[in-house]
């Protein structure tokens, strides 16, 4: 799932975007609000986090343009405006949620959680597909009700499957979703990945689509 965050402190982006990828979720950072309104509305996010002091536009204006637009995307304010009067607009204004600064990593994940089950209509912490299972709370993949010990990159690969299963994803999309801009990308280590899980869980939890890459079997 991706997910936009709309944030001019460099230290602090980062370390949203560092939480967010530990917990299986793919980040992308916009640091002004032009670039923000722009990106909110020509890219498909499953969720925002908007600040509102942003510079070239406030955070209160792309999260209005963006409502006007029809846009629904989940957005949750991320503000040091703590006034009630301030929460109270952000909210009315279309904000599925408003948290202040400075906020607990904790909390943040935990809202994120919430709204990204509320919009795909999954109000459980556990995405189950046939054999395989996703707590996401936990960040544990479970086969056949069995925990299935994995590192912390092959569980950003099997929470990817299991948030895309209806579609074939390609090496390079899996590829930019597990490495940070900075990594040595090798599309080539993905079948190192691909090969470890279907070890662990079974050998045919990833149908190999000639030519495209990988979609996941839920009737493995």
Same mark, same amino acid.
């Given at each position: 799932?991706?997910?936009?965050? %709309?944030?001019?402190?460099?230290?602090?982006?980062?370390?949203?975007?560092?939480?967010?990828?530990?917990?299986?979720?793919?980040?992308? %950072?916009?640091?002004?609000?032009?670039?923000?309104?722009?990106?909110?509305?020509?890219?498909?996010?499953?969720?925002?986090?908007?600040?509102?002091?942003?510079?070239?536009?406030?955070?209160?204006?792309?999260?209005?343009?963006?409502?006007?637009?029809?846009?629904?995307?989940?957005?949750?304010?991320?503000?040091?405006?703590?006034?009630?009067?301030?929460?109270?607009?952000?909210?009315?204004?279309?904000?599925?949620?408003?948290?202040?600064?400075?906020?607990?990593?904790?909390?943040?994940?935990?809202?994120?959680?919430?709204?990204?089950?509320?919009?795909?209509?999954?109000?459980?912490?556990?995405?189950?597909?046939?054999?395989?299972?996703?707590?996401?709370?936990?960040?544990?993949?479970?086969?056949?009700?069995?925990?299935?010990?994995?590192?912390?990159?092959?569980?950003?690969?099997?929470?990817?499957? %299991?948030?895309?299963?209806?579609?074939?994803?390609?090496?390079?999309?899996? %590829?930019?979703?597990?490495?940070?801009?900075?990594?040595?990308?090798?599309?080539?280590?993905?079948?190192?990945?691909?090969?470890?899980?279907?070890?662990?869980?079974?050998?045919?939890?990833?149908?190999?689509?000639?030519?495209?890459?990988?979609?996941?079997?839920?009737?493995?």
């Amino acid at each position: 799932m991706k997910i936009l965050i %709309v944030e001019d402190d460099q230290a602090l982006s980062n370390n949203i975007a560092q939480v967010i990828e530990e917990n299986g979720w793919t980040p992308d %950072v916009s640091f002004d609000g032009i670039d923000a309104l722009y990106r909110a509305t020509s890219e498909e996010w499953d969720l925002i986090i908007l600040d509102l002091g942003l510079p070239k536009l406030d955070g209160m204006t792309v999260l209005k343009s963006l409502r006007n637009e029809e846009i629904h995307t989940p957005v949750i304010i991320l503000s040091a405006r703590g006034a009630l009067s301030e929460r109270v607009e952000g909210l009315n204004s279309g904000a599925d949620d408003y948290v202040t600064k400075p906020f607990e990593n904790l909390e943040l994940i935990a809202r994120v959680r919430t709204h990204l089950r509320r919009a795909s209509g999954n109000t459980s912490p556990v995405i189950s597909l046939g054999d395989l299972s996703l707590d996401t709370r936990s960040s544990k993949v479970l086969w056949q009700g069995e925990a299935v010990a994995l590192t912390a990159l092959e569980y950003k690969v099997v929470a990817y499957f %299991v948030h895309n299963s209806e579609k074939v994803i390609s090496r390079t999309e899996l %590829v930019e979703h597990i490495y940070k801009q900075d990594f040595d990308r090798d599309s080539n280590t993905i079948e190192v990945f691909i090969g470890r899980i279907r070890k662990k869980i079974s050998p045919k939890v990833f149908q190999t689509v000639r030519g495209l890459g990988y979609r996941l079997n839920v009737d493995a």
